[in-house]
């Protein structure tokens, strides 16, 4: 028998027995199963916030990508295909643009976005020169709540207003 540094004289050594495992697992999932539905609700809240996050994000690159390119751009919202994509002037035509950073992507069914422009088209327009369209993306879920995405002048940067009305960006 040996002794172990505390000064007890145990033949059993330091960790946890079978029993004490499948205890705390136990529990785990009991907590677990009890929180979940909760937490599934909290997933489906962040789909509108996810949304006016990839919105932002794809202006940002299409503003970048037309200075970088020496081309405009444009992000058009399609209503019948519900979805949103990113597209660059190529001869006289708008041609979808995808690379590694940017997929067009499909608006899930769970929201509603629409498009505020000036000019009342389904895009928002993205010159060499840094300017942009005045714009507003409005994203709406099923609990009603809506975030924005909006440049409020052709020189200025798109933002992100949550539902309190504050910038959320």
């Known amino acids: ?21 499948i205890l705390v697992l136990a529990l785990i999932g009991t907590a677990l199963s ?9 997933a489906r809240g962040r789909d509108v916030a996810d949304a006016a996050s990839r919105v932002l994000a794809m202006t940002q690159l299409a503003r970048s990508q ?16 519900n ?3 990113l597209g660059a002037l190529k001869g ?20 509603s976005i629409t498009l505020w422009t000036p ?3 389904n895009h928002v327009q993205f010159e060499p020169d840094g300017m942009g369209t005045e714009a507003q993306f409005e994203i ?8 924005r995405v ?18 959320a960006s």
């Open 1 to 21: 028998m040996s002794t172990n540094p505390h000064g007890n004289s145990t033949g059993r050594k330091g960790g946890f027995t079978l029993l004490e495992l």
């Open 34 to 42: 009890i929180a979940s539905p909760s937490l599934s609700g909290f």
């Open 66 to 81: 037309s200075a970088a390119e020496g081309r405009p751009f444009r992000i058009h919202l399609d209503e019948e295909d």
């Open 83 to 85: 979805s949103i994509w």
């Open 92 to 111: 006289f035509d708008y041609e979808e643009w995808e690379n590694d950073f940017c997929r067009s992507f499909d608006i899930p069914e769970t929201l």
């Open 119 to 121: 000019q009342s088209v």
């Open 140 to 147: 709406t879920g099923l609990k009603g709540n809506t975030y």
């Open 150 to 167: 909006i440049c409020e002048s052709p020189n200025e940067r798109f933002y992100i207003e949550g539902p309190d009305g504050r910038s």
